[in-house]
């Protein structure tokens, strides 16, 4: 399994969204999916590798995150 420090936070990546659907309450609107879980780690347990899609999310003002 990937170590804390190589795992993705999906909380930061600008593909991430919380869904409406209480059984499946996160999202990927890269990949298109929903899942329980976050869907970089749903992403991992398929295919072993880290989540290709991540994309840093911009801060509010436009600039690169925090």
Same mark, same amino acid.
């Given at each position: 399994?990937a @170590? +804390?420090?190589? !795992? $993705?936070?999906?909380?930061h990546?600008?593909? =991430?969204? $919380?869904?409406? +659907? @209480? &059984?499946?309450? !996160?999202?990927?609107?890269?990949? /298109? =999916?929903?899942?329980? @879980? %976050?869907?970089? %780690?749903?992403? =991992? &347990? ?8 991540? @994309?840093?999310?911009? +801060? &509010?003002? /436009?600039? /690169? /995150? %925090?």
């Open positions: 399994m @170590e +804390d420090k190589d !795992r $993705i936070d999906c909380l990546c600008a593909h =991430f969204y $919380i869904t409406w +659907d @209480e &059984r499946n309450p !996160r999202g990927c609107k890269a990949l /298109g =999916f929903k899942s329980k @879980e %976050a869907p970089s %780690a749903v992403v =991992f &347990r398929s295919s072993g590798m880290a989540c290709q899609m991540f @994309e840093k999310k911009k +801060d &509010r003002r /436009g600039r /690169g /995150g %925090a």
